[in-house]
Structures are given as C-alpha cells and as structure tokens.
C-alpha cells in the first residue's frame, strides 16, 4: 500500500513500490572504472549557492483520517510533496568550502551522537546519566518566530518533511531520521526554544492534543521518563553530543498531505537545544516501538536521497514491496538496541577487485559492538580504521595518475581536479550475501569540497566498532526496508 510522503533537505528522499529478488545483470562483475563528470559536479557547487527560493510548498487540507492506535489503520494512498531544503531558504555560507566544512563538522557530531547511544546500550547506562532530567522547569511563554534559519545553511545533513501537527494542522518542517525513535516537535511555552523556520506549536490551538498518562505502554517504552503530579508523562531525549529535547508526551494527530494519522505518540518539547536548527522537531523512522513507522504498524519503508546540492523533491514510502532488480541484504537487528538498521555487508570492492578486509570487520558480536548499520542522518560512510584504510589505500593506488590536493577536514584523500572535466576512477562496490553486489556511481564517493576543483574520498575512519553507511553514498539509490522479511533493498539510479 503506497505511503507516500517526501523529505527535505538540500536534497531529498523517494521510493515507491515493489521490489523483487536480483536479476542476474545486476550480479554481474562491475567495470574496474567508472567516470566521474567534473564539471557538472562543479557547477553545482556554484549553482547551490544562488538557488532563489520564491515560495513555500502548500499545505493539503486534510480529507482522510487513519487511526495510528488499531491493526486496521495501515497507511494508504497517503502522499505528500516534499522540497529540498535549499528551495525554501539561500545557504547563508559565501562559498562552497565554507558550507562543506560546516555540514562535515555537524556531520562528526551526528556521528558521535550514535556512537555514544549505542555504547550506552551495550554497557547498560541510560541516557538520563547525560543529563539530569528537570521535571521542575516552569516553560515560560517565548515567541521565536526569528527568521527562517536554514539547515543546510547550518551544515546539518538531515533531511526534511512538511507535516501538519495536531487539529487543525499546524504546518512545521521535521527531520526524517532513522537513527531515531521518539517523535517530538518544539512546543510552546517555551523555556528554551531554537529557531525554526515555522511558528512554534502552539498545542492549545489542537484539539487533538491529548498527554500521555504515566502508566500508558507508550510512557513505558520511553528509556527517559518522569511523571508530573504522578499523573501525566514528561519524556527526555538526549542525543549523546549535548542535543536533548524535554517536555510533556502526549497522542497527536499527525498530518502527511491530505491524510492524516490520529493517536501518534509523539513529544511535545519545551526546552530543546542541539543540531535541530531550521527544522520543528523530529520524526523517528528507527526500529523502536515509539517510531512513526512502528506506530503505523508498516511492514517496510524505502526512501531515495536525491543529490544534497540540488533542488529536487523526492518522497517517504511505507508499506511498498521490493520492485524487480532489487539487489538485497539481510536487514539485521541488535538486541541491545532496537532502533538502528543493520546491513549484512561481506566485503567491498575497488577496481573490481575484493579487499583483503574480513567478515567480521562487518558483523555484530553477541554483546551487540560492531557491525554495519544504514542511516539516513550520517553524511560520510565511517568504517572501522583498518578497514578504512585497506580501502583508502586500494583507492589511492588506483588513482596515482590524478594530481594530488592536501587532506581537507576529516577527509585524507583529496585530489586537485580544476584542469579536468571528467576522470575515471576505480569503481567502488559493496558486497553482499549470495554474491549480490552494489556498485556506486563515483560521484557518490569522489565528492567536491570547494568550487575550484578540489575532491576528496568520500569515507572516513572511525575509532569505534560501529560502521555507518551515510547518506552521500546512498544518494541517487532507493532504499527499501523489509522489516517483515528482515531484508534490505537497493535499487540504483531511481530517484
């Protein structure tokens, strides 16, 4: 059943319906190069920085309500259309290295922001050891309708979602996140509040505001929770880098198009600070069972991420089956941590050629460390040191004849290009169980960091036993979830 809704960022997410087994094509050995189209990689970095946003996309009136609470209310024919984020507001950065520098560095912090989370889980601590969660707080009314702040602007790499919150529907843009669980949206009365592009929620304008009881399941799935005068439930989000997000949890209708979704668990945050800037709150499409996609009871989700720099609109899909040449993997889940997507990943390639890197630097141990997990909101792919380096070295080796740039932030590998309009690198693929392989274009691993010719190697080391599969590298790719079937599905060039 096609759930459709779009995302925003400077770029954005679409999928749409089935997806079916591999064709033998697609196992096929992938050419040892693949070109690299300079130039238009570079006009962009030009062009991204004078996109002229004239008008914010409309709101659908609703005209169809679904029930978020009962088995029968699985999601169909609901669809919204999604812009990038840079069609609503100019980038405030004078050049493209500056946006790129901030984007990578917002980039480090989404990633320490899982790592912490999950180390947390493996060790058993809570979150609320982060910080001391203040049932206290008197939220004292504050009107931050400030002017439009974009997030791309800021360097974030999430992407976006137009949605309507509560009755009648209040429009706010949100994260799409699948790193994440609890929905929440910035509410007032503020007692400390980050700019958003929207009015801040106003949940006494809703009728169908309602706050969650301390004794709900849905106060209880919370890993951070207080009760106010023993009654009504305050939830707390801590994201591991210093973002949290406080304040009361409460059912909320939820607004995609003309559609609606009634009885959403989501928070209602009163004092919020982090890496949020320009969007209203957050909608988590992890695994947990305070998720948007578990709260709509989807059995799969998939969603395609056009290029960050372009001005394109793609869409969300829930409840879409695989489509014929999905090339597939085990979806995989950690028992220590149920929100993060796991990928049966069994090697990579450079240059046709298989890296001498072990399984295991892939796979999850019993404790629930390492393995390899798909996110939406990490920008750069992060593998493990060792093996970032046999691929770091395998790709250099393969590219000795282009002129070589210093190292720029956390990328090592970097490459003086302004002379030339195209190149062929080494072709860059994942392998998979059942000897399925996904190759990537190289504009998804060889990206610019300024306007003059300077690209880097798209991937990054990490010091922690997690990997991460980010969304540079799934740009241009259809994603799909699987979760009834435990798989997940890659079908290139289909956004």
Same mark, same amino acid.
């Given at each position: 059943m096609g759930f459709l809704f779009a995302l925003l960022f400077a770029g954005c997410f679409f999928f749409t319906a089935p997806f079916v087994g591999c064709s033998r094509s697609l196992l096929q050995t992938p050419q040892p190069t693949t070109a690299l189209d300079v130039a238009?990689?570079?006009?962009?970095?030009?062009?991204?920085?004078?996109?002229?946003?004239?008008?914010? =996309?409309?709101?659908?009136?609703?005209? #169809? %309500?679904?029930?978020?609470?009962? +088995? !029968?209310s699985s999601p169909s024919s609901i669809s919204l259309q999604i812009?990038?984020?840079?069609?609503?507001?100019?980038?405030?950065?004078?050049?493209?290295?500056?946006?790129?520098?901030s984007r990578l560095q917002r980039d480090s912090a989404r990633v320490s922001s899982l790592v912490t989370r999950l180390n947390l889980a493996v060790n058993g601590i809570s979150?609320?050891?982060?910080?001391?969660?203040?049932?206290?707080?008197?939220?004292g009314a504050e009107d931050l309708e400030g002017p439009i702040v974009s997030g791309s602007s800021q360097g974030s790499g999430e992407y976006f979602s137009r949605v309507g919150i509560g009755k009648p529907p209040s429009q706010v843009y949100m994260v799409l996140d699948t790193g994440s669980d609890v929905n929440w949206v910035?509410?007032? =009365?503020?007692?400390?509040?980050?700019? #958003? %592009?929207?009015?801040?929620?106003? +949940? !006494?304008?809703?009728?169908?505001?309602?706050?969650?009881?301390?004794?709900?399941?849905?106060?209880?799935?919370?890993?951070?929770?207080?009760?106010?005068?023993?009654?009504?439930?305050?939830?707390?989000?801590?994201?591991?880098?210093?973002?949290?997000?406080?304040?009361?949890?409460?059912?909320?209708?939820?607004?995609?198009?003309?559609?609606?979704?009634?009885?959403?668990?989501?928070?209602?945050?009163?004092?919020?600070?982090?890496?949020?800037?320009g969007a209203g709150g957050l909608l988590g499409l992890g695994g947990g069972p305070l998720s948007f996609t578990s709260q709509l009871n989807a059995s799969s989700f998939?969603?395609?991420?056009?290029?960050?720099?372009?001005?394109?609109?793609?869409?969300?899909?829930?409840?879409?089956s695989f489509r014929p040449n999905t090339i597939t993997a085990p979806l995989i889940r950690n028992h220590q941590l149920d929100t993060f997507y796991y990928l049966g990943l069994t090697g990579i390639s450079v240059g046709g050629e298989l890296l001498p890197i072990p399984e295991s630097a892939f796979q999850m141990d019993e404790s629930g460390n390492g393995g390899i997990i798909i996110d939406s909101g990490t920008a750069v792919t992060r593998l493990q040191?060792?093996?970032?380096?046999?691929?770091?070295?395998?790709?250099?080796?393969?590219?000795?004849?282009?002129?070589?740039a210093d190292s720029v932030a956390l990328f090592d590998t970097c490459y003086n290009l302004s002379t030339k309009s195209s190149v062929d690198v080494p072709t860059l693929s994942f392998h998979f169980p059942e000897g399925k392989v996904l190759p990537l274009p190289a504009k998804n691993y060889m990206i610019p960091v300024d306007s003059v010719g300077t690209f880097c190697f798209a991937f990054a080391p990490t010091s922690s036993s997690l990997s991460i599969i980010g969304n540079v590298q799934q740009q241009g790719t259809r994603v799909g979830f699987d979760l009834g079937n435990s798989r997940v599905g890659f079908v290139p060039n289909k956004c």
């Open positions: 238009e990689a570079l006009l962009k970095t030009k062009n991204v920085l004078s996109f002229d946003p004239t008008k914010k =996309p409309a709101f659908t009136p609703l005209d #169809q %309500s679904l029930s978020a609470s009962s +088995p !029968s812009h990038p984020r840079l069609s609503i507001h100019k980038s405030s950065h004078l050049d493209y290295k500056a946006l790129t520098l979150r609320s050891d982060l910080k001391p969660l203040d049932t206290g707080l008197e939220f910035q509410c007032a =009365p503020c007692a400390d509040c980050y700019q #958003q %592009s929207d009015p801040i929620f106003e +949940p !006494s304008l809703s009728s169908s505001y309602s706050p969650l009881k301390c004794d709900t399941q849905q106060c209880k799935y919370l890993d951070d929770s207080e009760c106010r005068n023993d009654r009504t439930c305050v939830y707390e989000v801590s994201y591991g880098d210093g973002s949290y997000t406080v304040g009361d949890f409460v059912t909320e209708t939820i607004t995609l198009g003309s559609d609606s979704v009634n009885n959403v668990a989501i928070g209602c945050g009163h004092n919020n600070e982090g890496l949020f800037v998939s969603y395609c991420l056009v290029d960050r720099d372009s001005d394109s609109a793609s869409t969300l899909e829930f409840d879409s040191s060792d093996t970032y380096n046999v691929l770091r070295d395998a790709f250099a080796k393969g590219t000795k004849n282009l002129p070589s």
